[in-house]
């Protein structure tokens, strides 16, 4: 019997280095050793996270039971965030559809595949701890030194928050502005994008 699956290509203006049809041409490889019938989405956009149309098409396709996995060439084409592929494979665990991972060896049909699924889950895990621990940590400092923390009728607390932890961590003003640009995180103020010196106006305020 054929399974039918989600080929997921994808590329963004900032990453060229593997094109669709070289995405393409790997899935098919694999579709002709095992049988797969291969429904094609793909996705001109960043992986910085998972908010892609095409992928939103490519998991209701998946929760729905019109699919039974997606199948993309390598991890990055997928996530580049150890949190969100985790996200992912705990939705593919609970829907009953499958995740493969060609550069990785990853099919969650297999018993090595649902292991590294919950390491991964562990891993992630593991990461949201670390990062809620060295934003209280951060917070607390601050705190501990008399700071009001940015103005909560225009810069939103986890802004603030995410400025202080990475500058506690070392980061540039300018690397969290990039940062805070990469992800769509609006500025407080009428500016369209965030600079190296709003972050340090940011960061002024907040005495880090």
């Given at each position: 019997?054929?399974?039918?699956v989600?080929?997921?290509?994808?590329?963004?203006?900032?990453?060229?280095?593997?094109?669709?049809?070289?995405?393409r041409?790997?899935?098919?490889?694999?579709a002709?050793?095992r049988?797969?019938?291969?429904?094609?989405v793909?996705?001109?956009?960043?992986?910085?996270?998972?908010?892609?149309v095409?992928?939103?098409?490519?998991?209701?396709?998946?929760?729905a039971g019109?699919?039974s996995?997606?199948?993309?060439?390598?991890?990055?084409?997928?996530?580049?965030s150890?949190?969100d592929?985790?996200?992912?494979?705990?939705?593919?665990e609970?829907?009953?559809?499958n995740?493969?991972?060609?550069?990785?060896?990853?099919?969650?049909?297999?018993?090595?595949?649902?292991?590294?699924?919950?390491v991964m889950?562990?891993?992630?895990?593991?990461?949201?701890?670390l990062?809620?621990?060295?934003t209280?940590?951060?917070?607390?400092?601050?705190?501990?030194?008399?700071?009001?923390?940015?103005?909560?009728?225009?810069?939103?607390?986890?802004?603030?928050?995410?400025?202080?932890?990475?500058?506690?961590?070392?980061?540039?003003?300018?690397?969290?502005?990039d940062?805070?640009?990469?992800?769509?995180?609006?500025?407080?103020?009428?500016a369209?994008r965030?600079?190296?010196?709003?972050?340090?106006?940011?960061?002024?305020?907040?005495?880090?």
């Amino acid at each position: 019997m054929t399974s039918r699956v989600i080929g997921y290509l994808r590329v963004s203006t900032a990453d060229q280095d593997l094109g669709i049809e070289a995405q393409r041409a790997a899935i098919q490889r694999q579709a002709q050793e095992r049988g797969w019938d291969v429904q094609w989405v793909e996705d001109k956009a960043s992986g910085k996270d998972l908010s892609r149309v095409g992928l939103a098409y490519a998991l209701h396709l998946l929760d729905a039971g019109e699919a039974s996995g997606i199948v993309v060439s390598h991890l990055d084409r997928l996530s580049r965030s150890v949190l969100d592929f985790a996200t992912m494979l705990a939705r593919a665990e609970a829907g009953g559809w499958n995740v493969v991972v060609l550069d990785l060896g990853l099919d969650m049909t297999t018993p090595h595949g649902r292991f590294t699924a919950h390491v991964m889950a562990a891993a992630a895990e593991l990461e949201r701890s670390l990062i809620g621990m060295r934003t209280r940590e951060a917070l607390a400092a601050a705190r501990d030194r008399g700071t009001r923390l940015g103005r909560p009728s225009t810069t939103p607390e986890h802004v603030v928050a995410r400025v202080v932890r990475e500058r506690a961590d070392g980061a540039t003003f300018q690397a969290i502005a990039d940062g805070l640009n990469d992800d769509g995180v609006p500025t407080a103020g009428t500016a369209a994008r965030w600079s190296r010196g709003l972050v340090a106006a940011l960061a002024s305020r907040a005495n880090v």
